[in-house]
């Protein structure tokens, strides 16, 4: 999915746990903004990542999340190719199919409860379009932060499907890292985590976790509380390091899902620009020349369609952005 749009999310502050010391387990909420994907019958994502009070969740640095969208009324996802530096992106359904195709030559279906991670590297170009089965798209596209010394590795792509693990009640789709004795072989170059969770109605679920990790809750339906503060549908709850658990309570009376984020924090400087990630504004206008003018991205085939052109790029440098502590 390409970056079409950045501006502010709002945050507010989750009470603290009865049960927790003050200050360790407050939670800060982000509230998405709506972002459209552009044309008139286009779909619109709900952002909760990047924010202007949080840039990263672990490595995680982008959030989008989608749907439930009628394809008959919006016209569906089509993504026409576009480049990607420095990250990795993670594309992951709940209901619907995606075509990609990238420039390695892969050509994939993104299905529910099946991951596709491509890790963009040094560069890479690709497209995503909805297809004619789908008449319900709902999902989420992730983007993870590569770390200086692999920001420039090989483009990849990888594809998984993450056996549900049920614990009591609760149905866990482990798709990167660990969680609730499930473990994805997915590569990912920080420690990370991402897994669905699925809460039946008025349910509790404690999980042990690593208490390095940050960790964010995304909220696809219900309402759920995440260490004593309440989330509602596509709010993304945050939680700093330190606790070995997390205690998830479904307040709804239907079934609730949720996307599980997290990893230890990551410390350096990213400039985020577009589809871009890289370190300094030189970084990112090398990345756009040669997106600009053919070079270093290969080429997606298959699609009908002309490549997105990169935006004017803003007259000011651009500031690198790391979390406030």
Same mark, same amino acid.
Request: glycine share 12%; charged share 20%.
């Given at each position: 999915?390409?970056?079409?749009?950045?501006? +502010?999310?709002?945050?507010?502050?989750?009470?603290?746990? @009865?049960?927790?010391?003050?200050?360790?387990?407050?939670?800060?909420? /982000?509230?998405?903004?709506?972002?459209?994907?552009?044309?008139?019958?286009?779909?619109?994502?709900?952002?909760?990542?990047?924010?202007?009070?949080?840039?990263?969740?672990?490595?995680?640095?982008?959030?989008?999340?989608?749907?439930?969208?009628?394809?008959?009324?919006?016209?569906?996802?089509?993504?026409?190719?576009? +480049? !990607?530096?420095?990250?990795?992106?993670?594309?992951?359904?709940?209901?619907?199919?995606?075509?990609?195709?990238?420039?390695?030559?892969? !050509?994939?279906?993104?299905?529910?409860?099946?991951?596709?991670?491509?890790?963009?590297?040094?560069?890479?170009?690709?497209?995503?379009?909805?297809?004619?089965?789908?008449?319900?798209?709902?999902?989420?596209?992730?983007?993870?932060?590569? +770390?200086?010394?692999?920001? !420039?590795?090989?483009?990849?792509?990888?594809?998984?499907?993450?056996?549900?693990?049920?614990?009591?009640?609760?149905?866990?789709?482990?798709?990167?890292?660990?969680?609730?004795?499930?473990?994805?072989?997915?590569?990912?170059?920080?420690?990370?985590?991402?897994?669905?969770?699925?809460?039946?109605?008025?349910?509790?679920?404690?999980?042990?976790?690593?208490?390095?990790?940050?960790?964010?809750?995304?909220?696809?339906?219900?309402?759920?509380?995440?260490?004593?503060?309440? /989330?509602?549908?596509?709010?993304?709850?945050?939680?700093?390091?330190?606790?070995?658990?997390?205690?998830?309570?479904?307040?709804?009376?239907?079934?609730?899902?949720?996307?599980?984020?997290?990893?230890?924090?990551?410390?350096?400087?990213?400039?985020?620009?577009?589809?871009?990630?890289?370190?300094?504004?030189?970084?990112?206008?090398?990345?756009?020349? @040669?997106?600009?003018?053919?070079?270093?991205?290969?080429?997606?085939?298959?699609?009908?369609?002309?490549?997105?052109?990169?935006?004017?790029?803003?007259?000011?440098?651009?500031? +690198?952005?790391?979390?406030? !502590?």
């Amino acid at each position: 999915m390409s970056d079409v749009q950045a501006g +502010p999310g709002q945050v507010r502050h989750g009470p603290v746990d @009865d049960g927790e010391r003050a200050g360790k387990t407050r939670v800060e909420v /982000l509230t998405p903004r709506d972002v459209p994907l552009g044309g008139p019958r286009a779909m619109s994502v709900r952002r909760t990542l990047p924010q202007r009070t949080r840039t990263l969740i672990g490595a995680w640095c982008f959030a989008d999340h989608y749907g439930p969208d009628d394809v008959a009324r919006t016209g569906g996802m089509d993504v026409a190719p576009h +480049p !990607h530096t420095g990250l990795q992106t993670v594309s992951w359904l709940f209901s619907g199919e995606i075509e990609h195709r990238d420039s390695l030559g892969s !050509h994939a279906l993104v299905r529910p409860g099946e991951l596709n991670l491509m890790t963009g590297g040094h560069g890479i170009s690709h497209s995503e379009v909805s297809t004619p089965r789908t008449t319900v798209l709902h999902g989420v596209q992730l983007w993870v932060a590569l +770390p200086d010394e692999h920001r !420039h590795t090989a483009p990849d792509f990888q594809h998984h499907v993450p056996e549900p693990v049920h614990v009591d009640g609760a149905v866990i789709r482990v798709f990167l890292g660990a969680l609730a004795g499930a473990v994805s072989p997915v590569r990912t170059f920080t420690p990370l985590l991402g897994a669905e969770i699925t809460l039946p109605a008025q349910a509790s679920l404690t999980l042990s976790v690593d208490p390095r990790f940050e960790h964010g809750l995304l909220v696809d339906r219900g309402d759920v509380r995440l260490a004593g503060s309440l /989330l509602r549908p596509a709010e993304l709850g945050y939680l700093r390091p330190g606790a070995g658990t997390l205690t998830l309570r479904n307040e709804s009376s239907q079934p609730a899902r949720t996307v599980l984020l997290g990893g230890t924090p990551f410390e350096e400087e990213i400039v985020m620009w577009w589809n871009f990630i890289g370190r300094s504004s030189q970084d990112i206008a090398q990345a756009r020349r @040669d997106w600009t003018e053919g070079r270093r991205f290969g080429e997606v085939t298959g699609y009908a369609g002309d490549p997105l052109p990169a935006p004017e790029l803003p007259t000011v440098p651009l500031k +690198p952005r790391r979390n406030r !502590h």
